[in-house]
């Protein structure tokens, strides 16, 4: 399903995941949270654990997005709520706003750009996440993550959860935009490597 | 099922998820990567990322350690891997040989110590992991990461996963021992906070 047909479909209810902006300040800090230790980790050049937690930052913001409208219940599968499936928030996060970014452009360019929207929205971050994450047989031989995962993957994938956090919730509280200058500072770090 | 019989019940092939010890060394440097993270965002104040990869690598480290002896697949439920199961990689990451470690007894004190041991062999992992990486509703209010684990709980899982990984997996080949020396020196890095 469409992942915006996805969201139209859930019911609107009084159970939102998100009920105040102080609920949604708490979620924007802990987004933060995890973007600032993404970059701690790339900075150690720990580029694989840094990668799990950008995905992780991705899904958080889908959830606080979405979470403001709906408890998350799936229209069509019963018992299945689409806050805790990886692949439908990862589409959830890349909203077709997020490529319009200019400073996301320059410091991606197009090409790696179109190749992290093109992840997100067809279950590479799946695969990517669990790459991050944990040691696996591939091909016949044992595969750690720090042979899936590179800096410039890493780098792009910080970035990218990066504007994900500013276009999906920057300007929905007076709060958010103080955490985004700290996140826009990051930004501009990790552009430069 | 009881962890031990689980594991002897795992049938022997040629296809087991380690086959030398130069994976099982890619392994360990794998592991200990995570360990070094999990340090890093300790040290940076944040404990709930820093617990999340605690866990993992205590999950990591049954893998590696298991994986020596066996596929993974489950000897009774059909298409289930044990090592895609959270709550078996704890327990089998919680040998009783654990808490016999002095020095994770003197760091933790006894009760803290049992705490521990407790969590990771009654599923307390599973959702201690949870709670690290993802806010959610919890009777009525939204509760984030670092509501949920202080600085007190990711100090006694990153000490309980660089003993988990010295019990189970130094010793067996000699890079090990050198990584030993990296763990080692973070557990009294930490132990002293």
Known sequence: ????????????????????????????????????????????????????????????????????LTDGKHPEKKGRNVFRDHKTKHAMAALPTVPISQRLEDALRKDELQRVMNMAQNAGFVQTRENALYFQREKGSLVIPSEKIDKNLARSLVLFAIEVFDDALVGMTNHSYEMDDITDALFEQIKNT
């Open 1 to 68: 399903m469409e992942v915006f047909e996805l969201i139209q479909g859930m019911a609107r209810t009084d159970e939102n995941l998100i009920r105040s902006a102080d609920e949604l300040d708490k979620a924007i800090d802990h987004i933060v949270q995890l973007i600032q230790d993404s970059c701690t980790l790339y900075f150690s050049d720990s580029y694989s654990s840094s990668a799990f937690l950008s995905i992780s930052a991705c899904e958080e913001v889908a959830k606080a997005h979405i979470g403001s």
